[in-house]
């Protein structure tokens, strides 16, 4: 890298400076920098000198360098004389504010319309203070309505009553799970036909309290996903205290979809609650080809067959153990939203107040809540009940996503006739019923 400490300034002659202050007047000071190859600046500071006749002290040098070399005699030249009041320009200002456009409301627009067919455009905008361009534009936007082709400017609510209802609908989406976040609430307003974009929703949120929870984040490697539904189950507990009394929640969780098939709460990791949870989804869902759970003694047995693992062979399942979190990691990343959307919100009174929480809430999760990892506008039951591109479809055109699944379009496998090793097998809602080997 150069030594910046070693170059000069470049010096300007007095002729320099009167032909830049020449072609400022005649083209802008920009214009004049731009053309000449001098900086904006000392062609500013010229113009100053040349308009009030007060040399600035001293030299004016080209910025970019640390070190200046005094200016000669030949290159400190008098300053121009200053001009006639008449020739004087004004000074320009380096700096200009930006400005702001004005939000007219639509009765404004209908009087200022009213002026403009009463003295012409030209005199109504002076008179108005509004720029011809503008009225020009309402003239044909009305003109266009008037023809059915667009909305009328001078019609509808104005635009704070806009803001106000849309800062009202991202506030009382907020309100329904405030365990949401802004991209959430974002996306649960879409999937309605409600276009915002997550910048507005995080200023209205935090406008009314909303403070981002501290999450800790990991890498996670190996990603996976199911190609089907019920092609793969997630199983695992969740450990919580319920005014000193712990709670096991276990979710049974569709691999594909997110979907809860099934669910239960006990006082103790128990092989009974995995059992019955899982025949329980099995018989409104169908049966999945494998699950997947931890080590723990609900679920494994390292010694031997767990009772679990029979059901499983009973039913033709095959059996996945994780061997570390991120395998499970669905049911991970489950368990910590359960965690922000519903225990941290509701203090529980007792266990039972926790199972009647439970049932609304794994409801709501499956077919009102958008999931990001389903592509932000779609809930379980879209993937689960195979209707994602209807949903989306509907989403595009503006109509917004149905409120529940249709589970009448649901087809499930309750009657199978299957060949396992040459031997035929009966099953009757996910359960063998008959085996020629028994």
């Given at each position: 890298?150069?030594d910046?400490?070693?170059q000069?300034?470049r010096?300007?002659?007095?002729?320099?400076k009167k032909r830049a202050?020449?072609?400022?007047?005649e083209?802008g000071?920009c214009a004049a920098?731009?053309?000449?190859?001098?900086?904006?600046?000392?062609?500013?500071k010229?113009?100053?000198?040349?308009?009030?006749?007060?040399?600035p002290?001293?030299?004016?040098?080209?910025?970019?360098t640390?070190?200046?070399?005094?200016?000669?005699?030949?290159a400190?030249?008098?300053?121009?004389p200053?001009?006639t009041?008449?020739?004087?320009p004004?000074k320009?200002?380096p700096?200009r504010?930006?400005r702001?456009?004005?939000v007219?409301?639509?009765t404004q627009?209908?009087q200022?319309?009213?002026?403009?067919?009463a003295i012409?455009?030209r005199?109504a905008a002076?008179?108005l203070?509004i720029?011809?361009n503008?009225?020009r534009?309402w003239?044909?936007?009305v003109?266009?309505?008037?023809?059915?082709e667009?909305?009328?400017p001078?019609s509808?609510?104005?635009p704070?009553t806009?803001e106000q209802?849309?800062?009202?609908?991202i506030?009382?989406?907020?309100r329904k799970?405030?365990?949401l976040?802004?991209?959430?609430i974002?996306?649960?307003?879409?999937?309605?036909?409600t276009?915002v974009?997550?910048?507005?929703?995080r200023?209205v949120m935090?406008?009314?309290?909303y403070?981002p929870p501290k999450?800790?984040?990991?890498d996670?490697?190996?990603?996976?996903e199911a190609?089907?539904?019920?092609?793969?189950?997630?199983?695992d507990?969740?450990?919580?205290?319920?005014?000193?009394q712990k709670?096991?929640?276990?979710?049974?969780?569709?691999?594909y979809?997110?979907?809860?098939t099934?669910?239960?709460?006990?006082?103790?990791?128990?092989a009974d609650?995995?059992i019955?949870?899982?025949?329980?989804?099995?018989?409104r869902h169908?049966r999945p080809e494998?699950?997947?759970?931890?080590?723990?003694s609900?679920?494994?047995?390292?010694?031997g067959?767990?009772r679990?693992?029979?059901?499983?062979?009973?039913?033709?399942?095959?059996q996945l153990i994780?061997?570390t979190?991120e395998?499970?990691?669905k049911?991970?990343?489950?368990?910590?939203?359960?965690?922000k959307?519903l225990?941290?919100?509701i203090?529980?009174?007792d266990?039972g107040?926790?199972?009647?929480?439970?049932?609304p809430?794994?409801?709501?999760y499956?077919?009102h809540?958008?999931?990001?990892?389903?592509?932000?506008?779609l809930v379980p039951?879209?993937?689960?009940y195979?209707?994602?591109?209807e949903?989306?479809?509907?989403?595009e055109?503006?109509?917004?996503?149905?409120d529940?699944a249709?589970l009448t379009l649901r087809?499930?496998?309750l009657?199978?006739?299957?060949?396992?090793?040459?031997k035929?097998e009966?099953?009757?809602?996910?359960r063998?019923?008959?085996?020629?080997?028994?």
């Amino acid at each position: 890298m150069a030594d910046r400490t070693k170059q000069t300034r470049r010096q300007y002659t007095a002729d320099e400076k009167k032909r830049a202050v020449a072609l400022a007047k005649e083209k802008g000071v920009c214009a004049a920098a731009h053309e000449l190859g001098i900086p904006q600046s000392n062609v500013s500071k010229w113009w100053a000198v040349a308009a009030t006749g007060v040399e600035p002290s001293g030299p004016v040098l080209e910025p970019g360098t640390t070190e200046a070399v005094a200016p000669t005699a030949s290159a400190s030249p008098p300053a121009p004389p200053a001009p006639t009041p008449t020739e004087a320009p004004t000074k320009p200002s380096p700096m200009r504010r930006a400005r702001v456009a004005k939000v007219y409301t639509p009765t404004q627009i209908a009087q200022a319309l009213e002026r403009v067919a009463a003295i012409g455009v030209r005199p109504a905008a002076k008179e108005l203070g509004i720029s011809r361009n503008a009225l020009r534009d309402w003239e044909r936007k009305v003109q266009k309505a008037a023809k059915g082709e667009g909305v009328a400017p001078t019609s509808g609510p104005d635009p704070k009553t806009i803001e106000q209802r849309r800062d009202a609908s991202i506030l009382s989406e907020w309100r329904k799970q405030q365990g949401l976040g802004p991209s959430q609430i974002r996306n649960q307003l879409r999937r309605a036909g409600t276009k915002v974009s997550v910048h507005t929703v995080r200023r209205v949120m935090e406008e009314a309290g909303y403070r981002p929870p501290k999450v800790e984040r990991r890498d996670h490697t190996g990603d996976y996903e199911a190609l089907r539904p019920n092609q793969l189950w997630h199983m695992d507990f969740l450990h919580r205290y319920v005014h000193g009394q712990k709670v096991f929640v276990l979710a049974l969780i569709d691999d594909y979809s997110r979907f809860v098939t099934g669910w239960a709460l006990d006082d103790a990791e128990r092989a009974d609650a995995v059992i019955g949870a899982f025949e329980g989804a099995v018989q409104r869902h169908g049966r999945p080809e494998a699950v997947m759970s931890d080590g723990g003694s609900a679920f494994w047995a390292w010694k031997g067959s767990s009772r679990f693992t029979r059901i499983l062979e009973e039913y033709g399942v095959d059996q996945l153990i994780a061997t570390t979190p991120e395998l499970n990691g669905k049911s991970e990343v489950f368990n910590a939203n359960i965690q922000k959307e519903l225990f941290n919100r509701i203090t529980f009174s007792d266990v039972g107040d926790l199972r009647r929480h439970l049932g609304p809430h794994f409801s709501w999760y499956n077919h009102h809540r958008t999931h990001h990892a389903l592509g932000g506008l779609l809930v379980p039951a879209d993937r689960f009940y195979g209707r994602s591109e209807e949903v989306l479809a509907r989403i595009e055109a503006g109509g917004g996503a149905p409120d529940s699944a249709d589970l009448t379009l649901r087809t499930l496998d309750l009657f199978r006739v299957v060949s396992h090793r040459g031997k035929p097998e009966i099953w009757l809602m996910g359960r063998k019923i008959f085996d020629a080997k028994e």
